[in-house]
């Protein structure tokens, strides 16, 4: 068992920075597509653990294991005096094992990640020392109590940091960088918008802060070194949510990349205003940003009004994806169902949307109540949160968490969910859906993707049109489409392609999880039940302008 603790003098520990894994089957998990297009094991680097083992003192040792790439060894275990995970919701069931596996070898557990924001009693069982909130304010304090081996302690880092004295990660703690499809860095925290559902600005506060450019090219700089070459994520939960700032960090990047042979191409997650932006895209297209992430949840004003989504009310959609598209730049979605005042028709028009907009790679899901978020709160007032249930953040196959208040039922929303996740998955729907997007698609620069990815294209043309046979016809007609009258954007088609890998055979996996779901629900979910009215119009503008 851990018994160290520290007397008069300092006391080095070994660390084990552990990385819980991702269920196979959500629509991020796109670790099968990795493999087969990428040569990589897993999708992304765990930046939260390089972050914090930043600010752990020169006398501690630490071994990285990201269990989407290695299980942890014995001799890992042997070695270890304290355990550290950092995790997300969707990461709780491997969390657990890790927990169980900690506890029998006798090693001491520190947790921290938005799992412990959203679940801090859960959180409290299973660890010795639980960090909430932003870790780098606490983590003098943290080494301390492990040093002494004062167990026990719970800390609460808030959310304002100050982003220009945060330490950059240590990315050198990766053994392989080429296991990982893409490296993260992150520029800024916080979102100046108030979505009701939206657990970031719980987590993080509504005032963006951010980095300064230098630390980012530092930390590129960093990457680089490990001999990794491609796709950048800027983590963000929305990159322009200080707009000056982002563009002063582009204008430095785009010289740093050219300075550097642009070893990168980059994406980032945005909101939706992103489009009545025009110089900005223009920073963002020089900087060599190809893809973006944007929640649009829905065409229907009246619902974003209701979920407090004000942003994406103001100016035509498709004006601002054509706007976004203009600029090199291709869009992925987040679409959501399940919003108060939602009628029979929800499904059809998010599908002629989603149709009309040709975006291809749709994150769809159940609106769910992430724990400690506006939703979850107004909903348990109402007595229309179902505490019970768990939520993982696995919205494409996991159910509502309350009882809705439209005029659909829960299970008739899943049952409904099912057939949308078929239909849009469909092979010839979806690759007839993302051409006219990719032809859309207009680079005033070179596109930064062309060498970086010659290989890769060559990989997924070959298994696309060899080795898939449901996938042969309509990817190569869509392929070739694309390739004779817009090359340019053969980068964002890949990426499509690249994810539809995974999407072809998660529309499978949905239909029999939610099916195993429906025959047999769990203890104290409401599949029958829904709230006597949809809120009033009055309603729908209070909520608003709270």
């Not at 220009?164 to 925290?189: G, H």
């Not at 740093?256 to 191409?265: C, I, K, Q």
Request: glycine share 6%; proline share 5%.
């Amino acid at each position: 068992m851990y018994t160290r603790s520290l007397g008069t003098e300092a006391l080095a520990l070994n660390v084990l920075l552990l990385y819980p894994r991702y269920p196979k089957h959500t629509f991020w998990n796109v670790d099968a597509s990795a493999r087969a297009f990428g040569g990589a094991k897993s999708t992304m680097a765990p930046l939260g653990l390089l972050t914090v083992a930043s600010y752990l003192p020169d006398d501690f040792e630490v071994r990285l294991v990201d269990r989407n790439v290695r299980e942890e060894s014995e001799a890992d275990w042997a070695w270890a005096d304290v355990v550290f995970l950092s995790l997300m919701l969707a990461q709780q069931d491997d969390y657990r094992v890790c927990v169980k596996r900690g506890r029998a070898h006798g090693v001491a557990i520190a947790v921290g990640g938005p799992y412990t924001s959203a679940m801090p009693a859960h959180a409290t069982e299973e660890a010795d020392w639980v960090c909430k909130g932003e870790a780098e304010s606490i983590m003098s304090e943290l080494v301390e109590d492990i040093r002494a081996g004062r167990r026990g302690r719970h800390y609460d880092g808030g959310n304002k940091t100050d982003m220009k004295a945060v330490r950059a990660p240590r990315y050198e703690l990766i053994d392989n960088p080429n296991d990982y499809y893409v490296m993260p860095v992150q520029f800024s925290r916080g979102c100046p918008f108030k979505c009701e559902f939206c657990d970031i600005i719980e987590i993080y506060g509504r005032v963006p802060r951010t980095k300064s450019p230098s630390q980012v090219l530092d930390e590129l700089e960093r990457i680089e070194k490990t001999g990794f070459r491609g796709c950048v994520f800027v983590v963000d939960d929305n990159f322009i949510g200080n707009r000056k700032r982002a563009k002063e960090m582009l204008i430095e990047l785009a010289k740093w990349n050219e300075a550097h042979d642009s070893p990168f191409f980059y994406f980032t997650e945005a909101s939706i205003n992103l489009g009545d932006y025009p110089q900005l895209l223009d920073a963002m297209e020089r900087a060599d940003f190809v893809f973006v992430f944007i929640g649009i949840e829905t065409p229907d004003p009246e619902l974003l009004l209701t979920t407090q989504k004000v942003q994406n009310t103001s100016g035509d959609l498709m004006e601002r994806l054509s706007t976004i598209r203009g600029h090199g730049i291709h869009v992925i979605a987040g679409m959501v169902v399940g919003f108060d005042g939602e009628d029979r028709q929800v499904f059809e028009r998010q599908r002629a949307f989603i149709e009309q907009s040709g975006i291809g790679i749709v994150l769809f899901g159940l609106l769910q109540a992430l724990p400690n978020t506006q939703l979850s709160r107004r909903l348990a007032k109402e007595e229309r949160l179902l505490g019970e249930l768990q939520v993982h953040l696995n919205h494409t196959i996991e159910g509502m968490n309350f009882i809705p208040k439209t005029e659909l039922t829960k299970r008739q929303y899943l049952e409904s969910q099912i057939e949308f996740l078929e239909d849009i998955y469909d092979p010839e729907s979806f690759f007839r859906r993302i051409v006219p997007a990719h032809l859309a698609i207009r680079r005033a620069t070179s596109n930064p993707m062309k060498a970086a990815y010659a290989l890769s294209l060559l990989r997924l043309i070959y298994r696309m049109r060899v080795r898939e046979r449901e996938l042969r016809g309509p990817f190569w007609r869509a392929f070739l489409r694309v390739a004779r009258a817009n090359p340019s954007a053969l980068g964002a088609f890949y990426y499509d392609c690249f994810h539809y890998f995974h999407l072809a055979g998660h529309r499978g996996q949905a239909r029999r999880v939610i099916s195993d779901y429906l025959a047999a629900p769990p203890e104290g979910d409401v599949l029958d039940t829904k709230a006597s009215s949809a809120p009033t119009s009055r309603e729908r503008r209070r909520l608003a302008q709270v």
